[in-house]
């Protein structure tokens, strides 16, 4: 992990000074852009193995910027960190429905930062034993990433697949918030994150898995457990 490449994109310079100087520390190599349009040329002629990405930037948006590197299949599997002083439900939404892996409201402890970002690189280095899966008219095929319903093609994110993984393995037993966070993001129980980016990512899972979605069952109070019953 260290040595990797991380793409710091922010128009704030103490902030990106300190971003940069702290995955500096732990041994990454971290190029820097203060605006959208050079940050994008950068990713696309870098390819680093992980973004992040500010929202609001000059000339591009950071949420047209994630969209664009998912779109594009040299770096579609990049993976992208959402850096944004807006605490709106909905920005943080848009960002993860695009495909982003992970967001952080400022302002931000360095510490956790860095920490995150060791998890979801961590997490995108782990490859799942079973190529194949199946639960119902869900089929999730592990070497294509790929989620097919009825044998048709569903698209969502990294983050949706792995969330939906977990939750299929787990083979009908309750999964806490802070268990997923563990699993799917791999975070550790010492990191004071936000338990809600399940729930978020839970509620656009269901959207597209349509009536598929019933296998999701919500356990008050607890988390989430997937009921592998046929429809």
Sequence with gaps: MANETILLIEDEKNILELVKYNLEQESFRVLTATRGNAGLELALK???ALVLLDLMLPEM???EICKTLKQNEKTRST?????????TESD???????????YITKPFSPRELVARVKAVLRRAQETPATECLKAGTIELDTIKHELRLKGKPVEVTAKEFELLYALITSKGRVLTREVLLSKVWGYENSINIETRTVDMHIG????KLGTAAEHIV??????????????
Excluded: H
């Design 46 to 48: 870098e390819k680093p």
């Design 61 to 63: 948006s950071g949420l």
């Design 79 to 87: 993976r992208i960190i959402m850096l944004t002083a807006k605490g």
């Design 92 to 102: 943080k939404v848009v960002g993860l429905e695009l495909g982003a892996d992970d």
């Design 204 to 207: 656009q899972l269901r959207k």
């Design 218 to 231: 919500t356990v008050k109070g607890v988390g989430y457990r997937f009921d592998d019953e046929e429809d």
